[in-house]
């Protein structure tokens, strides 16, 4: 099961890296410029830091999928994936926006990203991860 879950892992962490450049470089691209005084410029931006928080949460996602959920389906993956990401994108974008003078467009981009993220993540967990 530990071979799946790294194997679904690697997966989910691709998966989220194509899917944030498509979101935050193109998608929301014009919001984070209309709002560029509160962000770091790209030179101070941690990325080795955004790259292992993302490994560490594709983990998690599997690890619990994998350990922690059944029975193993496309739709229980799914629907798993889909709480997943209404917690974390009502978190993220939501939580953010209310502490935060952030544009409406980022909190529900978050939202949406957050949301349809977690859907793939979801998919990929229930494709890889299978009872043995």
């Known amino acids: 099961m530990l071979k799946r879950i790294l194997l679904a892992t690697v997966a989910i962490f691709i998966a989220w890296q194509l899917l944030d450049m498509l979101i935050h470089t193109v998608i929301l691209s014009g919001a984070y410029q209309a709002t560029a005084s509160m962000w770091r410029p790209m030179a101070e931006m941690k990325m080795g830091l955004m790259w292992a928080v993302g490994a560490i949460a594709a983990f998690c996602f ?65 494709w890889i991860i299978r009872e043995p």
């Open 62 to 126: 599997a690890a619990v999928y994998g350990w922690l959920v059944r029975p193993k389906s496309l739709k229980a993956a799914l629907f798993y994936g889909l709480l997943f990401g209404i917690g974390g994108g009502i978190s993220m974008g939501y939580g953010t926006y209310s502490v935060m003078p952030l544009p409406y467009v980022l909190a529900f981009g978050w939202f949406a990203a957050t949301l349809v993220e977690s859907v793939v993540a979801g998919v990929l967990a229930g």
